[in-house]
C-alpha cells in the first residue's frame, strides 16, 4: 500500500481545500460513485447472508480462490494515494517516484519467499495467533493487538484525512460530509459483510482500477504514437530537471534515510496487520503462494502504468493552461499537486474518463478503509476479548458481537481523527504506522515463525522497544518535533525511524530470550518444534497451550 505518499497527497492537498469549493460538480464522478456504492451495497447484501461464524467473518471461511486473493491483495497495495501521489511525485521529481515503487515492491519478496507459507500453515484469522502460538497468550496477545491497532488507527486517519480532501475537490462535498459518508460506508461493509464484503470490495475496485490507469496510459501514449523514447525525449525537454529527470535527485541524496525508508517499507509490509490477514482466506499454502505470485503481476504492472502516466503528465498537463489557478502555466495546478493524474484524465479522455478515475480513486479509499477496520475490529474482539479477556470461553455469537461493535467504534474514531486532522500533514502519521509495523510486528513475528530461542519475556522486549522507539523516533523528528510542535530544531535527524527501531526490536527480543533460563522459557523453546511441523505442513500439531 503505497500509503506512506499518502503523506505527499495530504501535504498538497491543503491548497486543494481552497479551490475545491469553486470547482463545479462533477456529474459523470457523483453517478458513477452512487452507481459503485449500490453495487457494493449489494455486494455486503449477499455476503451478510454467507456470514455466520467467526471464520467466515475474518477470513471469509477460507473459501477466496488464490487469484481472487492476489487481486484483493493488490487492491489493497493500488491505494489512490499510489495514484495520485506517486503520479504527482514522478511529476515533479522524475525518477525519485520511481524508486518510490521499486520500495514498495520490494516487499513482495519477503511475504512469497520467506513467511507465505507458514503465516497460512499456522494462522488462523490474525497474526497474533501466529505470535502467540507457543508463548503466554494473554501477554503476546495483547502486545500484539496494541501494536496492530496503533497501525491501524494511524492508517484510517492517513486515509479518512485523504479521503475528505479528495473528495471535497473531486464531487463539491463538505470535508465533513465526505468523511461521514466514507466511515457510514466502511461501517456497513465491515459490519455485516465481514472479509466477504471487503475482499470483494477489493477486487472490484482493483479491476476498476487497472482498467481506469490503462486506459489513460493508452490514451496518453498514443500522443507520442506509443513511443517510450519519444515520450521520455519531450518530458525531458521540458522538465526542468532536463536529463535528469531520470536520474535519482534528492531521495537518495541522505543514504542513511534512503536505507530506514527501504526497511521501513519492505519489512513494514511484512508486518501490516490488514495484509497478513489476507493469506487466512485462502483454502491452503499452496493458494497463498500464489496470492502473492498473483498480486506481484498486478501491482508491478499498475506501477509501470503509473511511471508512464507521471512522465505523460510532464508534457501534457504542464503544458496546458486550463489545468493551473488563473491559466498561468507554470503556476499552481488546480486543486494542488496530487490531482495531477485527474488533470491528465481529464486532458486525454475528458470529462468522462475524469468521472470514472474520480470515482474509482473514491472506491480505492473504500476498500482500504475498510480493511483496515476489520483488522482493527479483529485485533480487538479476536485476540483481546475473546483471547485474553475471556480465555478462549466467549462463543461464536459473543465474538461476533463485539467484533461489530468495535468496527462501529473505530468508524466513529476514525471520523473524529478525520476532522481534528483535517489541516494537519499526515506525514508523520504513515512513517509512524510503516515504522511500528516494521519494528513492532515484524520482529516478533518473524522470530516467533524462524527462531526456536524466542521466549515470551523476549517477545515483549522486542514488540514493545520496537513499539515505543519507533514512535519516540519519529515525534522527535523534523516531521512532527519542528513541523507539528514548532520547534526549531528536530532532536532525531531522520524522518524515518525503522533502521533504527527495528534493530533494537530483533536486538531486545534476541538478548532477553538468551537470558531467560526459567521452566516457562524452556517449555517454549520445546514446543517450537510442534510449530515448526504445523508451520511446513499445516497437518499435524496441536495447539499450544496458554501459560
Known amino acids: 500500500m503505497a500509503l506512506s505518499l499518502a503523506a505527499s497527497a495530504s501535504a498538497v492537498a491543503a491548497p486543494a481545500i481552497e479551490t475545491a469549493g469553486r470547482q463545479p460538480l462533477n456529474l459523470h464522478a457523483i453517478s458513477m460513485f452512487l452507481l459503485f456504492v449500490c453495487f457494493t451495497l449489494v455486494i455486503t447484501y449477499w455476503a451478510a447472508k454467507r456470514t455466520r461464524s467467526t471464520s467466515d467473518f475474518y477470513s471469509a471461511g477460507g473459501g477466496i480462490t ?153 490514451l496518453a501514449m498514443r500522443e507520442f504514437d506509443f513511443s517510450y523514447d519519444k515520450l521520455v525525449s519531450q518530458a525531458m525537454d521540458v522538465h526542468k530537471l532536463g536529463p535528469q529527470l531520470l536520474a535519482p535527485g534528492s531521495l537518495l541524496a541522505d543514504p542513511l534515510t534512503a536505507l530506514s525508508l527501504s526497511l521501513g517499507v519492505v519489512f513494514g509490509t511484512a508486518g501490516l496487520p490488514h495484509i497478513l490477514m489476507r493469506f487466512f482466506t485462502v483454502s491452503d499454502a499452496k493458494e497463498a503462494r500464489k496470492s502473492v505470485l498473483y498480486a506481484s503481476g498486478f501491482i508491478g504492472y499498475f506501477f509501470n502504468v503509473i511511471f508512464l502516466l507521471g512522465l505523460a503528465s510532464i508534457v501534457i498537463v504542464s503544458q ?23 488533470h491528465l484524465a481529464q486532458a486525454v479522455g475528458g470529462d468522462f474518463l475524469l468521472g470514472f478515475l474520480s470515482a474509482v480513486t473514491f472506491a480505492t479509499i473504500l476498500a482500504v478503509v475498510s480493511g483496515l477496520a476489520l483488522a482493527g475490529a479483529s485485533a480487538i474482539a479476536h485476540d483481546l476479548y475473546a483471547r485474553v479477556i475471556k480465555k478462549g470461553t466467549a462463543s461464536e455469537a459473543q465474538e461476533l458481537r463485539v467484533t461489530k461493535f468495535a468496527t462501529l467504534t473505530l468508524g466513529v474514531i476514525a471520523i473524529g481523527l478525520g476532522i481534528v486532522f483535517e489541516t494537519t500533514n499526515v506525514a508523520f502519521m504513515v512513517a509512524l504506522a510503516f515504522g511500528i509495523a516494521a519494528s513492532a510486528n515484524f520482529p516478533v513475528l518473524f522470530l516467533s515463525m524462524f527462531w526456536r530461542g524466542l521466549t515470551t519475556r523476549g517477545a515483549l522486549a522486542g514488540g514493545y522497544l520496537g513499539l515505543i522507539s519507533a514512535v519516540a523516533f519519529v515525534v522527535l523528528s523534523k516531521s512532527v518535533w519542528v513541523d507539528v510542535f514548532g520547534f526549531a530544531e528536530a532532536l532525531f535527524p531522520y524522518t524515518q525511524p525503522a533502521l533504527f527501531s527495528m534493530p533494537l526490536a530483533f536486538g531486545a527480543a534476541y538478548l532477553v530470550s538468551r537470558l531467560d533460563h526459567s521452566p516457562q522459557a524452556k517449555a517454549e523453546r520445546e514446543a517450537f518444534e510442534d510449530q515448526y511441523v504445523r508451520g511446513q505442513t499445516g497437518i499435524g500439531a496441536t495447539t499450544a497451550s496458554a501459560h
Open 320 to 342: 496546458n493552461p486550463q489545468f493551473f489557478e488563473g491559466g498561468e502555466v507554470g503556476g499552481t495546478l488546480i486543486g494542488g499537486g496530487n490531482m495531477v493524474a485527474m
Open 66 to 218: 488464490g487469484f481472487q486473493n492476489g487481486l484483493a491483495l493488490a487492491g489493497d497495495y493500488m491505494s489512490a494515494s499510489t495514484l495520485l501521489g506517486i503520479t504527482a511525485l514522478i511529476y515533479t521529481s522524475g525518477m525519485d517516484g520511481y524508486i518510490y515503487l521499486i520500495a514498495f515492491f520490494a516487499g513482495w519478496p519477503v511475504l512469497l519467499l520467506m513467511m507465505t507459507e507458514r503465516l497460512r500453515n499456522l494462522g488462523r484469522y490474525t497474526f497474533a495467533d501466529i505470535t502467540s502460538y507457543r508463548l503466554n497468550q494473554g501477554q503476546v496477545r495483547t502486545m500484539a493487538a496494541i501494536g496492530s491497532l496503533t497501525v491501524v488507527c494511524f492508517y484510517l486517519v492517513a486515509q479518512m484525512v485523504g479521503a475528505g480532501q479528495l473528495i471535497k475537490l473531486l464531487f463539491g462535498l463538505d470535508y465533513q460530509i465526505a468523511l461521514f459518508l466514507v466511515g457510514a460506508l466502511m461501517m456497513l461493509y465491515v459490519t455485516f459483510g465481514g472479509m466477504v464484503a471487503t475482499t470483494w470490495v477489493q477486487i472490484i475496485k482493483a479491476f476498476l482500477l487497472l482498467i481506469g490507469g490503462t486506459a489513460v496510459m493508452v
